[in-house]
């Protein structure tokens, strides 16, 4: 014989912010979509993170995106992943364009439940 509980299952998601502009910057960065293929992240394993969203300015080669892990008093827990936000020749990602990437992440062994 078994007991159980009836129990609803409310799965929990990461919730993301807005960064901050990059140092000596005044720009915004725009707020972007993030979705995570394991949600909650698994420190020691790779995740993958689907970011879209519109931007704010033409992307150019310099453009970049970076994922980083952040405790809640702004100090990043593990290396910084940072790809370029164009792939191939050229970039033609326009203002105001759908942009949508994909990026592979090792998170963190010393990443924490909250």
């Not at 990059?22 to 420190?43: C, H, I, N, R």
């Not at 827990?77 to 994909?102: E, F, N, P, R, W």
């Amino acid at each position: 014989m078994v007991n159980a509980i009836p129990h609803k299952l409310i799965k929990r998601t990461t919730d993301f912010i807005q960064c901050p502009p990059p140092e000596g910057s005044t720009t915004k960065v725009p707020l972007l979509k993030v979705s995570l293929s394991a949600d909650p992240p698994v420190a020691g394993q790779k995740d993958t993170f689907t970011v879209s969203g519109k931007l704010l300015k033409d992307a150019t080669e310099q453009t970049k995106l970076g994922v980083a892990f952040v405790d809640l008093n702004g100090n990043t827990i593990g290396d910084l992943t940072v790809v370029s936000a164009c792939s191939g020749s050229g970039c033609k990602i326009k203002a105001g364009d759908q942009y949508t990437q994909t990026v592979d992440v090792q998170v963190p062994n010393n990443l924490t439940k909250l």
